[in-house]
Structure formats: structure tokens, C-alpha cells
């Protein structure tokens, strides 16, 4: 479905982000991206949409080459990459159903987008994907009005409103509590798994990766140094992607950090209120 | 607990040679004061400042009662006044928002050519004041009304261009970034990633303008470009203080009046 073949970026600074990045992903599947900070995994989401300018390489999406476009062909393969981000981006002053619609920005002409007057089957859709995300009643809120789990419902949303044959997803869960995480992380994943959709998803969080993803594709400074279903990573492939640290330790940490949320949450359940 | 013995008891804020600097600094200053002082007084008749109480005592005294019967006249100029600055706003408004995206660095076409011409026609807007944009007008297309709104508009592009464009070089690049990865259309990005985002600027700016232009537009007419000040022309000219009391306060409870619709307009919105 998607293919990068010798992908590099280099930054006018002179920064390497990527090295010759090469992977397939298969229809359906969903890989996660993980990797220290700065290792390039937000600008290889951006060069497969070409919000970053790829400097070589290319982006196969089916049989069409996303780097060769001109800007007109460019905008038409687009409306086939669903794209979500880490602080959900949304147009903070429209409403909820008009940052959903604006998944049809690329289908429907210039003034149907300027008088909100969208066909009535992206209307009917943009209800339907609200309903699936269960944000129906929330539909004529505007996007400042919600809470970060529910505005990231609406960028998924907005993503699907495209109908997409390929997913992008750049820390979805960066700015959500560890519940709220996992929940949009469920929620992905099924949605996913409904379409049949392949996703890329930069996650910072590895035990989230390693429940939810199907494949881990570890970056360092620019290149691919793993790429394997999540069981395989190993103590040992995580010092490869992170470098060096006690990562018992560091997982003993999560646990007591887990065991001590628990025990917050059952005396504030046993409080008096 | 140990006594720490080798850390500095003393600490001051600035080094000795900043504190010489300073005060020399403060001594420039003063000298500077003294000697503009002796300039400015040089030609001073003193004579006519020592008198100067008495005769404001005077002007007040003859401003004194005010004559109230003058108001009903005052109606129709102070309307035109009104006029005068709601249509020049708007008429500057339309005119400042392409002149603010072309010199946005985020939204102009050509940062080497269109984004100089705009910065230009902002500042040359702003570099004119009001009265004498309307003293040229006045010349150009004769006294009149329409001299007032031109003059308004012109002087209004420059304010409400220059802020526009700071409202837009400080979007929220994620937002427009997420437009753009739809697929959307130059037009379709500026439409949703842009506009929404600047509209509580764009509305606060134009009220404020609005509230400003009342206060200048009350002036246009002492160079004859309509409204009120063509009264107080007329009543100063004739040394009529009483009329000009009623003219001044007329203004002073217009302003008042204008300052709290756009308080109350730029509450709403933000």
C-alpha cells in the first residue's frame, strides 16, 4: 500500500532527519514508530504527506510517486492520507461538525467550503463519524468547548472524514492522561481494524506501542534500527533505539507508578464525599 | 548545621563602573533639561504666561452659560461626523485586509516584492495624520463630506493593516498545518486554517479604529471636510465661546458613547 524507497531529508541547517529510510506497509497494518527525540520520526510522517519536502527518495502510495507531484496533484493525493496530531489541531473557533467537514476540503469546490454548504452525503458521513466516535451530541460545540480526549475524537474524525487509504499519526497521546491514551489508542486501533486502514503512528510511549501496534519500526538519529512485531522487542533492541539505561529499572518505575495510582484512586473512592 | 564562612556577605546589584555610569547618565539627563529649558524660554513673552489665568478666566466666563439652544442645530453636522467615521472606517477596513495578508510573512505570495509594497502603503498610511490627509482631499475633490470619509480611510489602512498582520503572522501554524493535510486549496487554507483564527483581531481592530476615527473625524471640519468640526470653526471664528462649549461637550459625550459600544463590542467577542 505504502512504500519508501531510500527516503532522506536534510534540513537547510544541515541536520540529517532522515537516512535513506526505506519500508513497505501493508494494507491493515499498524506500525508504530518509536525512537528517542529529534530521531525523525515527526518529519518521515511529514515527507510521506510532503508537509516537509522530502530532499530524495520516494512515496509510493499505490503506484503514484508523492514526491514527483505538482502542487494540484499533490492536494489530490492528500484527500487519500488521513492525518492526526499530537496537540489534535483542530480550528479552535469552528464548531465540532466544521472542523469534521473540513476533512472535505479537498473534494468540494471553493465557495460549497466558504458557505458551509457541503453535499448532503459528507453531511450524513461527518454525523456517522461523529456517532462512531461518540461525540453526536457535541456535533454544534465549538472545538475549544471539549476536553483533549474529546477533541482528539474529533481529529480522528476529521482524518476519517477524508476516507482515507493510509493514516498518519503523530502523537496521538502526548498531551492525554495515561486512561485518556489508551482509550483513543483503542479506538484507533478498531477503526483500523473496521477499514482495514494501514496506519503510521509516532508514539513516545513504548508499553503503549508494544499493546496496541502490530509492528515497531525503531528510528535513531535518521535511520531504521529495528523493525519487527513488538514481541521481539527486547531489552537489548530498546538500548539499539535509546541508547543506554536500565530499562528493568525503568519498568519496576511504571509498575510502582501504576500501583501507586491505584491506591491513590481507591482512597479518593473510599473519601467521604 | 554548618556555618557556610567563604560565600560574599555583600551583594549589590550593579557593578561600580554601571553605578558611575548611571549617575552620569542621570547628570546628562538634567543638563539636557536645563539647557532645552533656557532655549525654549528664550522667546517666552512673559508677559502673556503671568496673564494666562486671567484670561482663561475670561474665555470660561464667556463659555459660561452654555448656549443649549445651539444643540438642535448641531444635530445634522454631528450625524455627518458620525457618518464620516463609520464609513471611513469601513471603507479603510476592505482596503487594509489584502494589504495585511500580502505583508503577513506567513500568507504573502512574494516576500521580495508584494511584501515591501504593502509594508510601505502601512507605513506611508500611518505616517499621515487624518487632518492633513483631509487638507490634501479637501484641495483634490473639494470640501465636502466625501473629502472626510477618504481622508479616514486612508489614514486607517495603516493601523488596521499593521495589527491585522501581526494577528495573522501569529496563527497557530498546527492548525494550518492540519488544513493543508486534507488536501485543501490555497483559497480553502486561508478560508479555514487562517481567517478563524484572526476574526476576534480582526473585529477588535476594527472597532477600535472605529472608536478612534470618531474622535478624529469630530476635527475634519476646521479644513472643511464636513461634520462637526465645521461648526466649531464657524463658532470659534466668531469668538461664540458659548456655542463652543456646547460643541466641545457634544463631542466629549459622543466619545464617551463611542468608547463604550467598543467596550462593550470587544468584550463580546473576546
Redesign the interface.
Known amino acids: 500500500m505504502l512504500r519508501l524507497i531510500a527516503l532522506s531529508k536534510t534540513y537547510a541547517t544541515g541536520d540529517t532527519a532522515l537516512a535513506d529510510v526505506s519500508m513497505d506497509v501493508p494494507k491493515g497494518q499498524l506500525v508504530g514508530l518509536i525512537g528517542p527525540s529529534g530521531a525523525g520520526k515527526s518529519t518521515l510522517i511529514r515527507c510521506i504527506n510532503r508537509l516537509v519536502e522530502p530532499t530524495s527518495g520516494q512515496v509510493m502510495l499505490g503506484d503514484t510517486d508523492l514526491v514527483r507531484l505538482g502542487a494540484a496533484d499533490l492536494r489530490r493525493q492528500r484527500r487519500r492520507i488521513g492525518m492526526i496530531f499530537q496537540e489534535y489541531a483542530l480550528v479552535e473557533r469552528l464548531t465540532v461538525m466544521e472542523n469534521v467537514l473540513s476533512g472535505r476540503l479537498g473534494y468540494v469546490p471553493f465557495w460549497r467550503s466558504w458557505l458551509r454548504r457541503y453535499p448532503p452525503q459528507d453531511i450524513r458521513r461527518a454525523y456517522e463519524l461523529l456517532d462512531r466516535v461518540g461525540l453526536l451530541q457535541h456535533a454544534d460545540k465549538r472545538a475549544d468547548a471539549l476536553s483533549g480526549g474529546q477533541r482528539q475524537r474529533v481529529g480522528i474524525a476529521r482524518a476519517l472524514a477524508q476516507e482515507p487509504e493510509l493514516l498518519l499519526v503523530d502523537e496521538p497521546t502526548a498531551s492525554l492522561d495515561p486512561k485518556t491514551s489508551r482509550q483513543i489508542m483503542r479506538l484507533l486501533t478498531e477503526i483500523c481494524a473496521e477499514r482495514d486502514l494501514p496506519a503510521i503512528v509516532n508514539i513516545h510511549d513504548v508499553p503503549l506501542a508494544q499493546q496496541f501496534m502490530q509492528r515497531i519500526v525503531g528510528l535513531r538519529a535518521g535511520c531504521v534500527v529495528f523493525d519487527d512485531p513488538p514481541d521481539q522487542l527486547s531489552e537489548s533492541a530498546l538500548t539499539t533505539i535509546y541508547g543506554a539505561e536500565d530499562w528493568h529499572a525503568m519498568r519496576q518505575g511504571d509498575e510502582e507508578q501504576a500501583e501507586a495510582q491505584a491506591d491513590a484512586k481507591r482512597r479518593l473512592a473510599e473519601m467521604p464525599v | 548545621m554548618t556555618e557556610i564562612s567563604h560565600y560574599a556577605q555583600v551583594w549589590s546589584h550593579r557593578t561600580p563602573r554601571k553605578r558611575l555610569l548611571m549617575w552620569l547618565g542621570w547628570l546628562a539627563l538634567v543638563a539636557l533639561f536645563v539647557w532645552c529649558w533656557q532655549i525654549m524660554t528664550e522667546t517666552t513673552i512673559w508677559m502673556f504666561v503671568t496673564d494666562a489665568p486671567r484670561q482663561a478666566a475670561d474665555i470660561g466666563g464667556r463659555m459660561l452659560p452654555p448656549r443649549w439652544g445651539y444643540l438642535p442645530e448641531l444635530m445634522n453636522p454631528l450625524w455627518d461626523t458620525i457618518n464620516i467615521a463609520t464609513l471611513g472606517t469601513i471603507g479603510g477596513v476592505i482596503m487594509a485586509v489584502p494589504v495585511a495578508f500580502l505583508a503577513a510573512r506567513n500568507t504573502t505570495p512574494s516576500v521580495t516584492i508584494l511584501r515591501p509594497i504593502a509594508l510601505f502603503i502601512i507605513v506611508a498610511s500611518r505616517s499621515i495624520n487624518s487632518l492633513i490627509w483631509a487638507l490634501l482631499l479637501v484641495a483634490v475633490i473639494g470640501p465636502g463630506l466625501l473629502a472626510g470619509i477618504i481622508a479616514i480611510a486612508l489614514r486607517s489602512i495603516g493601523f488596521v493593516g499593521k495589527l491585522l498582520y501581526e494577528a495573522i503572522e501569529e496563527t ?1 501554524k ?2 494550518i ?9 490555497q ?2 487554507i486561508l ?3 487562517i481567517v ?2 484572526i ?2 483581531a480582526f473585529w477588535g481592530i476594527s472597532v477600535f479604529r472605529w472608536d478612534i476615527n470618531i474622535r478624529e473625524s469630530t476635527i475634519l471640519g476646521l479644513v472643511g471636510a464636513g461634520g462637526i468640526g465645521l461648526k466649531l470653526n464657524a463658532s470659534l471664528a466668531t469668538l461664540a465661546w458659548n456655542q463652543v462649549a456646547v460643541i466641545l461637550l457634544l463631542i466629549l459625550g459622543t466619545v464617551i458613547i463611542s468608547e463604550w459600544v467598543s467596550a462593550r463590542v470587544r468584550h463580546a467577542i473576546i
Open positions: 497557530d498546527r492548525q498545518e492540519a488544513i493543508t493535510a486534507t488536501g485543501a486549496s483559497a480553502q478560508s479555514y486554517g478563524p483564527q476574526m476576534p
